[in-house]
């Protein structure tokens, strides 16, 4: 077996800057609600015509991590694409990074495993490093939400939570023998409550001309539906144990975290597995009150923002976890 490493990290925010008081403009919220309960202060969202799409930003967050790398487009063996707002229903975007970064023929994967996604895609990447059959792979997770949420009063507790974005991260086989690198990965799911955070069409079970003949004041599967309390809830609980999981896999322990990287999903969240995991402030990275919730490509944005202001340095146990739609979680272990 071969050890991986994370070689490159790139992320890419849309220039627009949304505040809680521009949406407090188009539905009944405020900034005092939207903070007390997420944290989130503003988010980004893509302005039409800003030649922005879900594909273009995981290609520019891309091409700070191959930069980073020290890695042309050619020498990459693999993408693993994650989001959950592909450009097209089909193909994924995968195939429009292989295309606008003028890459070999390589193998382009989607992962649909919404706030997971990142989680998922980077354990792919990691066996795939492991077993030898590739050495460089490029990891995506990027979303386009604001192009497809309802931002009047009925869509207030979900839309604003979610902002646009994309990180990147480039795996690596290591020449380092030993205990750098990734550690491990563990992956989970729990289909009984795939209804609980959902869009259900278009798709095959809401073909569009179904859709359009309804009533869109009355069923409305177009549109994200989160019950939050409930996934809230399952989040505190998944998030600690997947953690507790990858640590103990290692014979680590939480005293050994230099740095836990939370999926975004609410500053709240994250505060609590804090409290419960008995972390300090920095211990813990959050940039959710900038950017809101970007689902697939919350830890890479994050990750990458941390690392380059210097927060992660050579040595340190870095732990990204997270919890989403499905539900689906997970947490990769780095020794960076
Ligand atoms: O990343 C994927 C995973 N997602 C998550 O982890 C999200 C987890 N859940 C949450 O973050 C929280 O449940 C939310 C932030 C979504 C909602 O917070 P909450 O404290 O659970 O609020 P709630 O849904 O119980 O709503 C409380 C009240 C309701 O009014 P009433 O019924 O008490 O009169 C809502 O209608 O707040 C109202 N409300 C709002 N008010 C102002 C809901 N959304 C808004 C809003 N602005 N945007």
């Not at 450009?87 to 390589?106: K, L, S």
């Not at 604003?160 to 992956?187: C, M, Q, W, Y």
């Not at 919350?298 to 202001?309: D, Q, T, V």
Request: aromatic residues 8%; hydrophobic residues 40%.
């Amino acid at each position: 077996m071969y050890t991986s490493k994370i070689t490159g990290l790139g992320h890419y925010v849309p220039e627009n800057v949304v505040t809680n008081d521009d949406l407090s403009k188009l539905m009944d919220t405020n900034d005092a609600w939207i903070q007390e309960r997420t944290g989130i202060q503003e988010r980004r969202h893509i302005k039409k015509g800003d030649g922005n799409s879900t594909s273009v930003m995981g290609v520019k967050a891309a091409t700070i991590a191959l930069e980073e790398a020290k890695l042309k487009p050619d020498d990459i063996d693999m993408i693993v694409f994650a989001t959950l707002s592909p450009d097209m229903y089909f193909p994924g975007g995968g195939v429009e990074v292989q295309e606008m970064m003028n890459m070999r023929t390589i193998p382009a994967l989607d992962v649909r495993n919404q706030c997971s996604g990142f989680v998922y895609a980077m354990s792919v990447a990691d066996q795939f490093v492991k077993t030898g059959m590739y050495k460089n792979i490029l990891v995506i997770g990027s979303e386009n939400h604001s192009g497809g949420l309802d931002f009047t009063t009925r869509g207030r507790s979900v839309s604003v939570i979610f902002g646009d974005g994309a990180g990147a991260a480039v795996v690596s086989r290591s020449d380092d023998k030993g205990e750098n690198g990734i550690l491990s990965t563990h992956l989970h799911s729990e289909g009984k409550h795939k209804d609980e955070l959902s869009l259900q069409g278009p798709s095959t079970e809401y073909w569009v001309p179904e859709i359009i003949e309804k009533n869109p004041q009355e069923d409305i599967p177009y549109y994200p539906y989160m019950n939050g309390q409930f996934v809230f809830k399952h989040a505190i609980v998944r998030f600690t144990e997947v953690i507790h999981e990858g640590l103990k896999a290692n014979g680590l322990s939480v005293e050994d975290i230099d740095m836990l990287i939370p999926h975004q999903a609410n500053l709240r969240i994250s505060q609590f597995i804090q409290q419960k995991l008995k972390l300090s402030d920095d211990q813990v990275f959050n940039n959710i009150q900038k950017y809101g919730n970007t689902t697939a490509a919350s830890i890479p944005i994050a990750l990458s923002e941390a690392h380059k202001a210097g927060k992660i340095k050579k040595g340190d146990l870095v732990v990204l976890a997270a919890f989403g739609s499905g539900f689906t979680w997970g947490s990769v272990i780095v020794r960076w």
